[in-house]
C-alpha cells in the first residue's frame, strides 16, 4: 500500500464517487445465491506460502526489493505470468507507459462462455518499495490472488460471469498501474465491469479485518464469509484512497476488498476482539526490509484466501447443487492455563452449505505436558463444543497456537492460542545445600579456605561464613554450587547476606570487586565503593531459571594492594 494520504479535495472527491457507485451499482452485481458461495472451495494457505516464498527469493536475487520497474519486479511478472498460462489463462501484459517506474499490469482472464458485459475483476499490486522485499506489502495480496486463480482453474466451475485477475505495477508510486488500467478502458469496457475487489497487506503480524466500504453491496460476500468466522471485520479507514481500489472508484466501478492493516496503531477495542497488541502499528515492518517471509501472519493470510474464493464462488460460478460444507470457529479465541489446572473454551460450528453433517473434532500444535479434550468429541454442524486445555505440573511454559480441526467431508480448522504459566504444581522449597557454611564445604566448590570459621570476620549467623579477598594482593577467588530450581512455582528468590569493608579510601574506584553470577548470567557487581557496617541482605528474582539446573558462582578479584573483604552468609534459593 502507498504511504501518500489523500488531501481534502481528493477526499472529497472520492466521497462523491463512492456514494455514486454505490447509488448506480447494477442489479447484477448483487450477490448470487449463498448457497454457490458457501460450497467454494478451501484455498491451501500452504500453497499460497509458497508463492510469497518464491517471491522473496525473486526479492533476495534482485537487490533485495522488487520495486516498479526494477529486476525483482520483472522477475515478479514472468512467475507470476507463468503460473498463470499453465493453468489455461489468456494472459496480458499491459505496459504502463506513464507509471514512474515503466513496468506491466499483468491481466488474466478465464476463458469461458459467460457473457462478455458481466465481468467481476479481482486484483492486487505486485509491486514493493525499495527497502525491503515486499512481502505483506503486497507479496500476500499477489499470492492469495495468485492461488485463488489457480484453484479455479482446477476447477473450472460453470461461470455465470467472467472473472478477471489483475497484477499492477507503480502502486507505491500512486496507484499508477491501475489507474492507467482504468484509463484505457471506454465507458462500455468500465461498464462491463460489475464489481472490482482489491486485496493489499493481508497477513499483518498485528493486523486487524479491515474491508473496503464494508456496508456496500459489492462488500457483501467478503464480509460474509468474514462474519462466518465471527470476526466482525470494521472499515477500511486507514486504506482509504491508498491503493488501487481507488482507480476503479474514480472510474465509477463498484469496489471492495480485504486488508488487514500497515503503519496505524491497533486500539484497545481491536485488541480485545482480535487480539494482538494494543497501540501498536498493525504491520511493525511496513515498507521496511523487515517485510520477509517473516513477517506474515498466516492466519489472515488463510481468511483472505478463503474469503476470495467466497466472493469468486458468490459473484461469478453457477450454483448447481451445493456442496455440503461447514465452519468451525472458538470462542475465546485465547486464553491462559497455570501449570496443575485448566481452562475452557467453545468451539462452535456452522453449516454454510448443504446439509448438517457429522463433525470431528481435534487438537493439535499443543506444547508438551498440554492435553486438549472436547465434550462431546463430535458434533453435528451446526451444533457446539466444550474444549479442555489442561496442563500438567511439568508443562512447558509459554504461549502456542493450538489447531483446533474439524473434519467432515471438508476439513476446516480454527486457531485458539494458550498461554502456560509457571504457577501451579510447585515443589517449592529451598534449594542451596549446606546455605549457612555450617556444614563443611560440601556441596560449595571453590578456593581453599573460603568457607571458614575465622574470628577476623564475623558469621552473621553461626560460626562459619563464605570469605573472598582480604588479601591485599593480586588474588581471584571463587565459590560455586550447582542448584535444581524446581519448575511450576510462582516466585524464585535468590538471597545472601554480604558483607564488605575495605582497606580502599577511594569514594570513586572500583579496584576490587566480587561477582554474582547464575549460569552464564551476571546478576550484580559489587567493589570496595559498596563498603557497608554489618551485612546487607542481596535479593533477586530468579524466575528465569525455573526447570533449571544450574550453577551460582561468587567470584572476587583484588588488585595488588589494600585488601577488600567479602563475607558471603546464609544463601538462599527459595521457590514457592
Same mark, same amino acid.
Given at each position: ?61 534482485? $537487490? ?63 509491486? $514493493? ?48 498501474? #491501475? ?24 497477513? #499483518? ?12 453491496? *459489492? ?8 462474519? /462466518? ?13 491508498? /491503493?488501487?481500489?481507488? @482507480? ?58 478463503? $474469503? ?25 479465541? @485465547? ?6 489446572? #485448566? ?64 473434519? $467432515? &467431508? ?24 549446606? &546455605? ?19 574470628? @577476623? ?5 553461626? &560460626? ?30 535468590? /538471597? ?23 549460569? #552464564? ?29 544450574? *550453577? ?25
Amino acid at each position: 500500500m502507498r504511504r501518500t494520504t489523500l488531501t481534502a479535495g481528493i477526499a472529497l472527491a472520492a466521497a462523491v464517487a463512492l456514494t455514486a457507485s454505490t447509488a448506480t451499482l447494477p442489479a447484477a452485481a448483487a450477490p448470487a445465491p449463498a448457497l454457490a458461495a458457501l460450497a467454494a472451495p478451501d484455498i491451501s494457505v500452504t500453497n499460497v506460502q509458497a508463492h510469497l516464498s518464491q517471491l522473496q527469493s525473486i526479492a533476495s536475487s534482485n $537487490g533485495g526489493h522488487r520495486r516498479a520497474g526494477s529486476a525483482g519486479y520483472t522477475a515478479s511478472v514472468s512467475y507470476v505470468k507463468g503460473k498463470l498460462q499453465a493453468a489455461g489463462y489468456t494472459v496480458t501484459e499491459q505496459n504502463c507507459t506513464s507509471c514512474t517506474y515503466p513496468g506491466n499490469n499483468v491481466i488474466a482472464e478465464w476463458p469461458g462462455t459467460a457473457p462478455a458485459d458481466q465481468v467481476v475483476m479481482f486484483g492486487s499490486h505486485l509491486d $514493493g518499495v525499495s527497502a525491503g522485499p515486499g512481502m505483506n506489502d503486497n507479496g500476500s495480496g499477489s499470492s492469495v490472488l495468485l492461488e485463488n486463480a489457480l484453484v479455479l482453474a482446477q476447477q473450472n466451475p460453470t461461470m455465470t460471469k467472467r472473472v478477471r485477475f489483475a497484477w499492477w505495477n507503480g502502486e507505491e508510486q500512486g496507484l499508477q498501474g #491501475s489507474k492507467f488500467y482504468v484509463n484505457s478502458l471506454s465507458a462500455t469496457q468500465k461498464g462491463y465491469i460489475k464489481g472490482y475487489y482489491n486485496f493489499d497487506m493481508v497477513a #499483518s503480524t498485528n493486523g486487524g479485518y479491515f474491508i473496503n466500504r464494508v456496508t456496500s453491496t *459489492t462488500a457483501a460476500p467478503l464480509k460474509a464469509y468474514w462474519d /462466518s468466522l465471527g470476526l466482525a471485520p470494521e472499515e477500511n479507514v486507514e486504506g482509504q484512497g491508498r /491503493s488501487d481500489d481507488y @482507480s476503479f472508484q474514480q472510474g465509477g466501478i463498484p469496489t471492495s476488498g480485504y486488508a488487514m492493516g500497515a503503519s496505524a496503531r491497533k486500539t484497545s477495542a481491536q485488541a480485545a476482539k482480535w487480539g494482538g497488541t494494543a497501540s501498536a502499528s498493525y504491520d511493525p515492518c511496513y515498507h521496511s526490509s523487515c517485510d520477509t517471509t517473516s513477517n506474515i501472519n498466516a492466519t489472515g493470510l488463510n481468511r483472505s484466501a478463503d $474469503g476470495i474464493a467466497y466472493a469468486i464462488w458468490d459473484q461469478a460460478v453457477g450454483s448447481g447443487t451445493p456442496t455440503n460444507d461447514f465452519s468451525v470457529a472458538v470462542s475465546p479465541t @485465547s486464553g491462559s492455563v497455570a501449570r496443575g489446572a #485448566s481452562t475452557t473454551a467453545t468451539v462452535s460450528t456452522a453449516t454454510t452449505s448443504g446439509s448438517a453433517q457429522t463433525v470431528a473434532l481435534s487438537a493439535s500444535g499443543a506444547p508438551s505436558g498440554v492435553t486438549v479434550s472436547f465434550s462431546p468429541s463430535s458434533v453435528t454442524s451446526g451444533g457446539s463444543s466444550t474444549m479442555t486445555v489442561a496442563a500438567s505440573s511439568t508443562a512447558a511454559t509459554g504461549t502456542y497456537a493450538i489447531t483446533v480441526t474439524g473434519t $467432515g &467431508s471438508a476439513t476446516r480448522t480454527a486457531t485458539y492460542n494458550i498461554t502456560v504459566t509457571g504457577t501451579g504444581g510447585c515443589a517449592g522449597g529451598q534449594v542451596v545445600g549446606n &546455605s549457612s557454611f555450617e556444614s563443611g564445604t560440601s556441596p560449595w566448590t571453590g578456593s581453599t579456605g573460603v568457607i571458614t570459621n575465622s574470628t @577476623s570476620q564475623a558469621a552473621r549467623t553461626g &560460626s562459619y561464613k563464605a570469605w573472598l579477598g582480604g588479601n591485599g594482593s593480586s588474588v581471584t577467588e571463587s565459590l560455586s554450587q550447582s542448584l535444581t530450581v524446581p519448575a511450576g512455582c510462582a516466585t524464585y528468590t535468590l /538471597s545472601f547476606w554480604l558483607h564488605i569493608d575495605t582497606a580502599e579510601t577511594t569514594t570513586s574506584t572500583a579496584y576490587d570487586k566480587l561477582t554474582v553470577q547464575v549460569g #552464564s548470567t551476571t546478576l550484580a557487581t559489587y567493589s570496595n565503593l559498596n563498603k557497608a557496617t554489618g551485612y546487607v541482605q542481596r535479593t533477586f528474582n530468579a524466575a528465569a531459571y525455573a526447570g533449571q539446573t544450574v *550453577t551460582l558462582k561468587f567470584t572476587s578479584v583484588e588488585d595488588a594492594s589494600l585488601q577488600t573483604s567479602f563475607v558471603i552468609d546464609d544463601v538462599t534459593l527459595t521457590a514457592s
